[in-house]
Protein backbone atom coordinates (compact mmCIF):
# COMPACT_ATOMS: atom_id res chain seq x y z
CA UNK A 1 0.00 0.00 0.00
CA UNK A 2 1.57 3.18 -1.10
CA UNK A 3 2.25 5.33 2.38
CA UNK A 4 0.22 8.51 2.48
CA UNK A 5 1.25 12.31 2.41
CA UNK A 6 0.35 12.68 6.39
CA UNK A 7 2.49 9.29 7.37
CA UNK A 8 5.09 10.48 4.77
CA UNK A 9 5.56 13.93 6.08
CA UNK A 10 4.83 12.84 9.80
CA UNK A 11 7.72 9.99 10.19
CA UNK A 12 10.38 11.08 11.46
CA UNK A 13 12.08 7.65 9.23
CA UNK A 14 11.39 9.52 5.98
CA UNK A 15 13.77 10.13 4.01
CA UNK A 16 12.89 13.03 1.04
CA UNK A 17 14.47 13.41 -2.30
CA UNK A 18 18.01 15.17 -1.86
CA UNK A 19 16.64 18.02 -3.75
CA UNK A 20 13.80 18.76 -1.63
CA UNK A 21 15.98 17.42 1.92
CA UNK A 22 18.74 19.77 0.66
CA UNK A 23 16.75 23.16 0.73
CA UNK A 24 14.92 22.26 3.85
CA UNK A 25 18.59 21.26 5.38
CA UNK A 26 20.23 24.77 4.33
CA UNK A 27 16.70 26.18 5.76
CA UNK A 28 17.08 24.95 9.18
CA UNK A 29 20.92 26.35 9.26
CA UNK A 30 19.88 29.60 8.18
CA UNK A 31 16.85 29.64 11.08
CA UNK A 32 20.00 29.08 13.62
CA UNK A 33 23.23 30.08 12.34
CA UNK A 34 23.79 33.76 13.78
CA UNK A 35 22.34 32.68 16.93
CA UNK A 36 24.78 30.01 17.27
CA UNK A 37 27.94 31.78 16.74
CA UNK A 38 26.98 34.64 18.83
CA UNK A 39 27.82 33.31 22.53
CA UNK A 40 31.26 32.39 21.48
CA UNK A 41 32.15 35.62 20.25
CA UNK A 42 30.83 37.57 23.61
CA UNK A 43 32.81 34.66 25.76
CA UNK A 44 35.84 35.06 23.96
CA UNK A 45 35.51 39.04 24.96
CA UNK A 46 34.87 38.31 28.53
CA UNK A 47 38.24 36.30 28.20
CA UNK A 48 40.13 39.13 27.08
CA UNK A 49 40.37 37.35 23.64
CA UNK A 50 41.14 40.06 20.97
CA UNK A 51 38.66 40.43 18.42
CA UNK A 52 39.62 38.63 15.60
CA UNK A 53 42.46 36.77 16.76
CA UNK A 54 42.42 33.73 16.23
CA UNK A 55 41.73 32.09 19.45
CA UNK A 56 38.46 33.88 18.71
CA UNK A 57 38.18 32.28 15.34
CA UNK A 58 38.71 28.95 16.82
CA UNK A 59 35.94 29.37 19.59
CA UNK A 60 33.50 30.37 16.52
CA UNK A 61 34.76 27.48 14.78
CA UNK A 62 33.95 25.03 17.68
CA UNK A 63 31.04 26.56 17.85
CA UNK A 64 29.60 25.31 14.30
CA UNK A 65 31.17 22.50 14.26
CA UNK A 66 29.28 20.89 17.87
CA UNK A 67 26.29 22.07 16.81
CA UNK A 68 26.95 19.78 14.00
CA UNK A 69 27.80 17.23 15.79
CA UNK A 70 25.83 17.47 18.80
CA UNK A 71 22.74 17.41 16.01
CA UNK A 72 24.07 14.05 14.70
CA UNK A 73 24.17 13.42 18.19
CA UNK A 74 20.11 13.78 18.15
CA UNK A 75 19.17 12.91 14.50
CA UNK A 76 21.15 9.65 14.31
CA UNK A 77 21.63 8.85 17.87
CA UNK A 78 23.52 5.46 19.07
CA UNK A 79 21.99 3.10 21.73
CA UNK A 80 19.20 5.47 24.41
CA UNK A 81 21.24 8.61 23.36
CA UNK A 82 19.18 10.62 20.74
CA UNK A 83 15.47 11.29 20.50
CA UNK A 84 15.88 10.21 16.76
CA UNK A 85 13.77 13.13 15.81
CA UNK A 86 14.39 16.96 13.26
CA UNK A 87 16.15 18.96 16.33
CA UNK A 88 18.75 21.07 15.61
CA UNK A 89 21.15 21.55 18.43
CA UNK A 90 23.54 24.71 19.30
CA UNK A 91 25.17 26.97 21.15
CA UNK A 92 23.11 28.00 24.45
CA UNK A 93 22.39 31.53 25.27
CA UNK A 94 21.26 30.06 28.76
CA UNK A 95 25.01 29.83 29.79
CA UNK A 96 26.31 33.16 28.05
CA UNK A 97 25.85 35.15 32.00
CA UNK A 98 27.41 31.88 33.84
CA UNK A 99 30.54 31.22 31.05
CA UNK A 100 30.95 35.01 30.73
CA UNK A 101 31.99 35.56 34.32
CA UNK A 102 33.57 32.84 35.23
CA UNK A 103 35.57 33.27 31.77
CA UNK A 104 36.58 36.75 32.73
CA UNK A 105 37.46 36.18 36.68
CA UNK A 106 38.71 32.64 36.49
CA UNK A 107 40.09 32.14 32.76
CA UNK A 108 38.49 30.20 30.09
CA UNK A 109 40.13 26.75 30.88
CA UNK A 110 38.08 26.96 34.22
CA UNK A 111 34.77 27.58 31.99
CA UNK A 112 35.16 24.96 29.55
CA UNK A 113 36.85 22.18 32.33
CA UNK A 114 32.78 23.71 34.11
CA UNK A 115 31.22 22.46 30.73
CA UNK A 116 33.26 19.17 30.54
CA UNK A 117 31.90 17.95 33.96
CA UNK A 118 28.14 20.16 33.76
CA UNK A 119 27.93 18.00 30.19
CA UNK A 120 28.89 15.06 31.61
CA UNK A 121 26.12 15.45 34.91
CA UNK A 122 23.55 16.74 32.16
CA UNK A 123 23.63 13.20 30.36
CA UNK A 124 22.87 11.42 33.22
CA UNK A 125 19.78 13.47 33.69
CA UNK A 126 18.62 11.53 30.53
CA UNK A 127 17.77 8.43 33.25
CA UNK A 128 15.91 11.12 35.48
CA UNK A 129 15.03 14.04 33.86
CA UNK A 130 10.63 13.01 33.77
CA UNK A 131 10.80 13.12 37.88
CA UNK A 132 12.61 16.01 38.21
CA UNK A 133 10.62 17.73 35.82
CA UNK A 134 8.10 18.89 38.55
CA UNK A 135 10.49 21.30 40.25
CA UNK A 136 10.62 23.60 37.31
CA UNK A 137 7.12 24.19 36.31
CA UNK A 138 6.36 27.13 33.42
CA UNK A 139 6.82 29.69 36.17
CA UNK A 140 10.51 28.72 37.47
CA UNK A 141 11.54 28.16 33.66
CA UNK A 142 9.52 31.24 32.52
CA UNK A 143 11.78 33.36 35.32
CA UNK A 144 15.11 31.75 34.35
CA UNK A 145 14.39 32.45 30.51
CA UNK A 146 13.22 35.86 30.97
CA UNK A 147 16.58 36.71 33.17
CA UNK A 148 19.00 35.66 30.69
CA UNK A 149 17.44 37.41 27.93
CA UNK A 150 16.95 40.48 30.25
CA UNK A 151 21.00 40.10 31.31
CA UNK A 152 22.07 40.16 27.76
CA UNK A 153 20.39 42.84 26.61
CA UNK A 154 22.92 45.62 27.53
CA UNK A 155 25.37 43.29 25.96
CA UNK A 156 23.44 44.15 22.54
CA UNK A 157 23.43 47.68 23.31
CA UNK A 158 27.18 48.14 24.44
CA UNK A 159 27.84 45.81 21.01
CA UNK A 160 25.52 48.45 18.68
CA UNK A 161 27.25 51.15 20.15
CA UNK A 162 30.67 49.98 19.30
CA UNK A 163 32.32 48.22 21.83
CA UNK A 164 31.58 45.23 24.39
CA UNK A 165 33.75 46.62 27.26
CA UNK A 166 34.24 49.39 30.08
CA UNK A 167 37.80 50.31 27.67
CA UNK A 168 35.62 50.03 24.47
CA UNK A 169 33.15 53.07 25.85
CA UNK A 170 35.85 55.46 26.90
CA UNK A 171 36.34 55.75 22.72
CA UNK A 172 35.44 58.50 21.22
CA UNK A 173 33.60 56.58 18.51
CA UNK A 174 31.53 54.80 21.33
CA UNK A 175 27.80 55.52 20.00
CA UNK A 176 28.19 56.87 16.81
CA UNK A 177 26.16 57.73 14.32
CA UNK A 178 28.26 55.53 12.13
CA UNK A 179 27.86 52.80 14.70
CA UNK A 180 24.59 52.98 15.27
CA UNK A 181 23.87 53.34 11.34
CA UNK A 182 25.23 49.96 10.88
CA UNK A 183 23.61 48.20 14.15
CA UNK A 184 19.95 49.64 12.94
CA UNK A 185 20.53 48.42 9.35
CA UNK A 186 20.83 45.09 10.41
CA UNK A 187 17.64 45.91 12.83
CA UNK A 188 15.52 47.21 9.91
CA UNK A 189 16.93 44.73 7.33
CA UNK A 190 15.49 41.55 9.85
CA UNK A 191 12.24 42.84 10.49
CA UNK A 192 11.27 43.52 7.23
CA UNK A 193 12.50 39.69 5.88
CA UNK A 194 10.84 38.21 9.09
CA UNK A 195 7.40 40.05 8.59
CA UNK A 196 6.96 40.46 4.96
CA UNK A 197 8.93 37.17 3.38
CA UNK A 198 8.01 34.20 3.22
CA UNK A 199 10.01 30.78 3.69
CA UNK A 200 13.76 30.88 3.89
CA UNK A 201 13.93 34.26 3.55
CA UNK A 202 11.41 34.92 6.95
CA UNK A 203 13.58 31.80 8.28
CA UNK A 204 17.24 33.41 7.80
CA UNK A 205 15.68 37.03 8.61
CA UNK A 206 18.63 37.76 11.30
CA UNK A 207 21.51 36.18 9.07
CA UNK A 208 19.87 38.38 6.08
CA UNK A 209 19.64 41.11 8.63
CA UNK A 210 23.62 40.57 9.80
CA UNK A 211 24.99 40.25 5.98
CA UNK A 212 22.93 43.64 5.12
CA UNK A 213 24.53 45.32 8.03
CA UNK A 214 28.03 43.58 6.99
CA UNK A 215 27.68 45.10 3.86
CA UNK A 216 27.48 48.39 4.98
CA UNK A 217 29.87 48.37 7.74
CA UNK A 218 32.60 47.39 4.64
CA UNK A 219 31.56 50.16 2.59
CA UNK A 220 32.04 52.77 5.22
CA UNK A 221 35.47 50.95 6.06
CA UNK A 222 34.67 49.14 9.66
CA UNK A 223 36.00 45.91 7.66
CA UNK A 224 39.62 44.16 8.01
CA UNK A 225 40.16 41.13 6.52
CA UNK A 226 43.56 40.74 7.37
CA UNK A 227 42.62 37.21 9.42
CA UNK A 228 41.12 36.17 6.78
CA UNK A 229 43.86 36.28 4.24
CA UNK A 230 45.93 34.57 7.18
CA UNK A 231 43.48 31.55 8.37
CA UNK A 232 43.82 28.19 6.83
CA UNK A 233 41.39 26.14 4.69
CA UNK A 234 41.14 23.34 7.37
CA UNK A 235 41.05 23.22 10.98
CA UNK A 236 43.26 20.73 13.39
CA UNK A 237 41.27 19.95 16.39
CA UNK A 238 42.88 20.71 19.56
CA UNK A 239 41.68 19.18 22.98
CA UNK A 240 41.67 21.17 26.44
CA UNK A 241 43.02 24.26 24.04
CA UNK A 242 43.12 26.21 27.83
CA UNK A 243 43.79 22.97 30.06
CA UNK A 244 41.82 21.25 32.58
CA UNK A 245 41.06 23.55 35.65
CA UNK A 246 38.57 22.05 38.20
CA UNK A 247 36.29 24.69 40.48
CA UNK A 248 33.56 23.41 42.29
CA UNK A 249 31.55 26.66 42.36
CA UNK A 250 32.02 26.88 38.61
CA UNK A 251 30.76 23.32 37.83
CA UNK A 252 28.07 24.10 40.16
CA UNK A 253 27.39 26.94 38.12
CA UNK A 254 27.28 25.52 34.71
CA UNK A 255 25.51 22.11 36.38
CA UNK A 256 22.42 24.25 37.39
CA UNK A 257 21.96 26.03 34.18
CA UNK A 258 22.26 22.55 32.38
CA UNK A 259 19.34 21.32 34.27
CA UNK A 260 17.48 24.67 33.20
CA UNK A 261 18.82 23.51 29.36
CA UNK A 262 17.57 20.20 29.75
CA UNK A 263 14.03 20.85 30.59
CA UNK A 264 13.60 23.48 27.60
CA UNK A 265 14.97 20.87 25.60
CA UNK A 266 12.63 19.06 26.89
CA UNK A 267 10.09 21.25 25.69
CA UNK A 268 11.45 21.22 22.44
CA UNK A 269 10.99 17.48 22.06
CA UNK A 270 7.41 17.47 23.20
CA UNK A 271 6.65 20.53 20.28
CA UNK A 272 8.89 18.68 17.92
CA UNK A 273 6.30 15.79 18.00
CA UNK A 274 3.44 17.80 18.43
CA UNK A 275 4.24 20.32 15.58
CA UNK A 276 5.41 17.71 13.08
CA UNK A 277 3.22 14.18 13.89
CA UNK A 278 0.48 15.87 16.19
CA UNK A 279 1.69 13.86 19.66
CA UNK A 280 3.62 13.76 22.16
CA UNK A 281 7.09 13.03 23.01
CA UNK A 282 7.30 9.42 24.38
CA UNK A 283 9.98 8.56 27.47
CA UNK A 284 12.67 7.08 25.42
CA UNK A 285 12.62 10.53 23.03
CA UNK A 286 12.88 12.68 26.07
CA UNK A 287 15.28 10.60 27.68
CA UNK A 288 17.12 10.49 24.46
CA UNK A 289 17.43 13.87 23.64
CA UNK A 290 18.65 14.59 27.45
CA UNK A 291 21.36 12.20 26.87
CA UNK A 292 22.33 13.89 23.18
CA UNK A 293 22.28 17.68 25.05
CA UNK A 294 24.50 16.27 27.98
CA UNK A 295 26.75 14.27 25.46
CA UNK A 296 27.18 17.26 23.66
CA UNK A 297 28.03 20.19 25.85
CA UNK A 298 31.05 17.44 27.49
CA UNK A 299 32.59 16.70 24.08
CA UNK A 300 32.12 20.57 22.83
CA UNK A 301 33.91 21.39 25.85
CA UNK A 302 36.99 19.01 25.53
CA UNK A 303 37.92 20.65 22.55
CA UNK A 304 36.82 24.42 23.07
CA UNK A 305 33.57 24.32 22.50
CA UNK A 306 30.72 25.82 24.59
CA UNK A 307 27.30 24.03 25.86
CA UNK A 308 24.63 23.33 23.69
CA UNK A 309 21.00 22.63 23.32
CA UNK A 310 17.85 22.80 21.17
CA UNK A 311 16.95 25.60 19.45
CA UNK A 312 13.32 26.68 19.67
CA UNK A 313 13.29 28.42 16.17
CA UNK A 314 13.78 25.26 14.28
CA UNK A 315 10.95 23.64 15.85
CA UNK A 316 8.99 26.42 14.17
CA UNK A 317 10.58 25.49 11.03
CA UNK A 318 8.95 21.44 12.10
CA UNK A 319 5.38 23.42 12.63
CA UNK A 320 5.79 25.23 9.97
CA UNK A 321 6.80 23.06 6.65
CA UNK A 322 4.88 20.06 8.40
CA UNK A 323 8.45 17.75 7.14
CA UNK A 324 9.07 15.99 10.78
CA UNK A 325 12.03 14.08 8.81
CA UNK A 326 15.47 13.66 11.24
CA UNK A 327 17.01 12.98 7.67
CA UNK A 328 16.78 16.48 6.81
CA UNK A 329 18.26 18.22 10.30
CA UNK A 330 20.60 15.96 9.77
CA UNK A 331 21.75 17.60 6.52
CA UNK A 332 22.01 20.89 8.46
CA UNK A 333 23.75 18.93 11.30
CA UNK A 334 26.30 17.60 8.16
CA UNK A 335 26.79 21.66 7.06
CA UNK A 336 27.49 23.13 10.04
CA UNK A 337 30.28 20.35 10.59
CA UNK A 338 31.81 21.28 7.19
CA UNK A 339 31.78 24.71 8.54
CA UNK A 340 33.17 24.04 11.91
CA UNK A 341 36.17 22.38 9.73
CA UNK A 342 37.23 25.88 7.83
CA UNK A 343 38.57 28.14 9.23
CA UNK A 344 38.30 30.77 6.97
CA UNK A 345 34.89 30.56 7.75
CA UNK A 346 35.13 31.54 11.00
CA UNK A 347 37.56 34.52 10.43
CA UNK A 348 35.15 35.70 7.87
CA UNK A 349 32.55 35.99 11.07
CA UNK A 350 35.44 36.97 13.29
CA UNK A 351 35.71 40.16 11.00
CA UNK A 352 32.26 40.88 11.55
CA UNK A 353 32.00 45.14 13.39
CA UNK A 354 31.07 45.12 16.90
CA UNK A 355 27.96 47.33 15.63
CA UNK A 356 26.41 44.80 13.34
CA UNK A 357 26.83 42.19 15.78
CA UNK A 358 25.06 44.44 18.33
CA UNK A 359 22.05 44.72 15.86
CA UNK A 360 21.74 41.13 15.48
CA UNK A 361 21.98 40.40 19.04
CA UNK A 362 19.35 43.22 20.18
CA UNK A 363 16.81 41.23 18.07
CA UNK A 364 17.74 37.67 19.41
CA UNK A 365 18.31 38.89 22.94
CA UNK A 366 15.05 40.17 23.01
CA UNK A 367 13.61 37.30 21.72
CA UNK A 368 15.35 35.10 24.85
CA UNK A 369 13.16 37.45 26.81
CA UNK A 370 10.15 37.32 24.88
CA UNK A 371 10.10 33.57 24.86
CA UNK A 372 10.60 33.57 28.84
CA UNK A 373 7.23 35.72 28.87
CA UNK A 374 5.24 33.68 27.06
CA UNK A 375 5.81 30.88 29.17
CA UNK A 376 5.04 33.05 32.12
CA UNK A 377 1.68 33.71 30.39
CA UNK A 378 0.78 29.77 31.24
CA UNK A 379 1.11 31.30 34.56
CA UNK A 380 -2.02 31.92 37.03
CA UNK A 381 -1.03 35.38 38.30
CA UNK A 382 -2.33 35.30 41.71
CA UNK A 383 -0.59 37.23 44.36
CA UNK A 384 1.77 34.22 45.32
CA UNK A 385 3.15 33.67 42.14
CA UNK A 386 3.69 37.38 41.66
CA UNK A 387 5.34 37.42 44.69
CA UNK A 388 7.95 35.02 43.40
CA UNK A 389 8.31 36.82 39.92
CA UNK A 390 9.44 40.08 41.99
CA UNK A 391 11.56 38.63 44.51
CA UNK A 392 13.46 36.51 42.23
CA UNK A 393 13.98 38.73 39.56
CA UNK A 394 14.46 41.62 41.65
CA UNK A 395 17.33 39.91 43.52
CA UNK A 396 19.05 38.14 40.99
CA UNK A 397 18.82 40.90 38.18
CA UNK A 398 19.73 43.43 40.94
CA UNK A 399 22.72 41.76 42.11
CA UNK A 400 23.79 41.66 38.49
CA UNK A 401 23.49 45.61 37.77
CA UNK A 402 25.09 46.53 41.72
CA UNK A 403 28.03 43.53 41.81
CA UNK A 404 29.35 45.49 44.85
CA UNK A 405 26.17 44.96 46.78
CA UNK A 406 28.35 41.13 47.40
CA UNK A 407 31.96 42.40 47.34
CA UNK A 408 32.38 40.67 49.77
CA UNK A 409 31.64 37.26 48.99
CA UNK A 410 34.11 34.72 48.26
CA UNK A 411 35.69 34.53 44.08
CA UNK A 412 33.05 32.08 42.44
CA UNK A 413 30.19 32.55 45.15
CA UNK A 414 30.25 36.63 43.54
CA UNK A 415 30.45 35.43 39.93
CA UNK A 416 27.38 33.43 40.72
CA UNK A 417 25.22 36.30 43.10
CA UNK A 418 26.25 38.75 40.00
CA UNK A 419 25.12 36.24 37.28
CA UNK A 420 21.54 37.06 37.02
CA UNK A 421 20.50 33.40 36.01
CA UNK A 422 21.58 31.49 38.99
CA UNK A 423 20.21 33.75 41.70
CA UNK A 424 16.91 34.08 39.86
CA UNK A 425 16.66 30.09 39.86
CA UNK A 426 17.35 29.80 43.07
CA UNK A 427 14.91 31.08 44.54
CA UNK A 428 12.53 30.50 42.47
CA UNK A 429 12.80 27.24 42.62
CA UNK A 430 12.86 28.16 46.41
CA UNK A 431 9.97 29.73 46.85
CA UNK A 432 7.68 28.03 44.33
CA UNK A 433 8.08 25.56 47.15
CA UNK A 434 8.02 27.03 49.99
CA UNK A 435 5.00 29.22 49.75
CA UNK A 436 1.84 27.88 50.26
CA UNK A 437 -0.75 27.88 47.32
CA UNK A 438 -3.52 29.60 49.18
CA UNK A 439 -1.89 33.19 49.23
Known amino acids: MAESNLDKYSNPDNTPPLTEAMPLGLQHVLAMFASNVTPSVIIAGAAGLAFGSSEQVYLIQMAMLFAGIATLFQTIGAGPIGAKLPIMQGTSFAFVG ?110 IGLLAGYALAYITGMVSFGAVSKASWITSLQPLPYGFEFSLGA ?64 VGIVGMTGIMSRHVVTIAGLIMVVCGLIPKIGAIIASMPLPVLGGGVIVMFGMVASAGMNMLTEVNMNRRNMVIIAVSLSVGLGLN ?39
Open 98 to 207: VLAGISATQGLGVALTACIIGGGLHFLLGSVIQKIRWLFPPLVTGLVILSIGLYLIPVGIKYAAGGAADFQMAAESFGSLKHWSVALCVIIIALVCKFFGKGAISNGAIL
Open 251 to 314: VIAVTLVCIVSAIETVGDTSATTKAGAGRTATDKEIAGATYADGLGTSVAGIFGGLPNTSFSQN
Open 401 to 439: LVPSAVQYLPGIMKTLATSAVAPTAVIAILLNLILPEDI
